[in-house]
């Protein structure tokens, strides 16, 4: 069994991403500029945001983070919006999901210009995705997509299990590793809530990638022996030994899985530390189309 590493990998794209930043900056250009807006207080979203705002610095980017209050109004976040939007010194932003209940995330969603939507979430770039045309892709499947190829793991005409249909990870998920690009070309299906048939299809897995947000789900006797496995989730356990008051977990119960994987991926230091790294490559993205 080899642990895709996230951390490491993700080290190794920072580094290359850091030296494209310095050669723009050695032309006289400007560094890329990624802002993240959170609304409220919710503690993993601010986890996530200051991650990335951090994974920022490292590599040389601007980054600034925009704090709304709980309450603020659907109209004020779309106003709040649309100033981004129209900002010229900004390359690309996110707003972290989920949102509080009284704000539609699709109104959110499809108000972000797609030029600066660099979580992929616009309808339009989706619909780019799904025609294999150049976008941004979602954070999370992309960073899985540059976990899978900076180890080596081959996918054409493997059969990969996508556990999960979320917007944000199940569904791109699937519908990326099914396209005609390397990785991908894997034959894929999708399972989710109302699988009848779960175990019998997460058997046949070649590859099988878990997002479907239910503590230490996946179980030994669900996974093929030699299969790559992805862990996307990630969740924070009460647990009073530990200083933060909490320790993660993922959708996989990694020491009984992880002896039958030929790969698979820990939480922490999996697909988290990937995402961020995404997102930075997003955003380089959106820096070189924008100059
Ligand atoms: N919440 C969980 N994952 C994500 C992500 O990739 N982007 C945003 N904006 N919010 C998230």
Not at 143 to 149: A, P, R, S, T, W
Not at 192 to 205: D, F, P, V
């Amino acid at each position: 069994m080899k642990l895709l590493d996230g951390k490491a990998t993700s080290d190794q794209i920072k580094a290359e991403i850091k030296e494209k930043v310095q050669a723009i900056k050695a032309s006289g250009g400007r560094a890329p500029h990624l802002a993240a807006v959170l609304v409220g207080n919710n503690g993993a979203s601010l986890t996530y945001v200051n991650a990335k705002v951090k994974a920022c610095e490292e590599v040389g980017f601007e980054s600034s983070l925009i704090r709304l209050p709980e309450d603020i109004t659907e109209a004020d976040l779309l106003a709040k919006i649309e100033e981004l939007n129209q900002s010229t010194d900004l390359d690309g932003y996110i707003v972290q999901l989920p949102l509080p209940k009284h704000i539609h995330e699709h109104k959110v969603t499809e108000a972000i210009a797609p030029s600066k939507d660099v979580d992929g979430f616009h309808p339009a770039n989706l619909g780019k995705m799904v025609l294999n045309l150049p976008t941004f892709l979602p954070a999370t499947p992309y960073g899985i997509l540059q976990l899978l190829e900076k180890n080596g793991i081959d996918t054409a005409g493997k059969h990969c299990v996508v556990m999960g249909r979320s917007h944000i990870v199940g569904s791109p998920m699937s519908i990326l590793m099914g396209r005609n690009t390397n990785p991908g070309n894997a034959t894929v299906t999708m399972v989710h809530s109302r699988t009848k048939n779960l175990k019998e299809l997460t058997l046949q897995a070649d590859i099988l990638i878990v997002a479907i947000g239910k503590p230490e789900f996946v179980t030994a006797d669900m996974v093929k022996e030699g299969a790559v496995v992805v862990d996307v989730g990630i969740h924070r356990i009460d647990d009073a030994t530990r200083k933060s008051g909490f320790r993660l977990l993922g959708d996989v119960k990694f020491d009984e899985v992880a002896p039958k994987c030929s790969y698979i991926s820990p939480v922490p230091g999996g697909v988290g530390p990937m995402t961020i790294v995404a997102l930075l490559s997003n955003t380089l993205l959106a820096r070189t189309l924008q100059s």
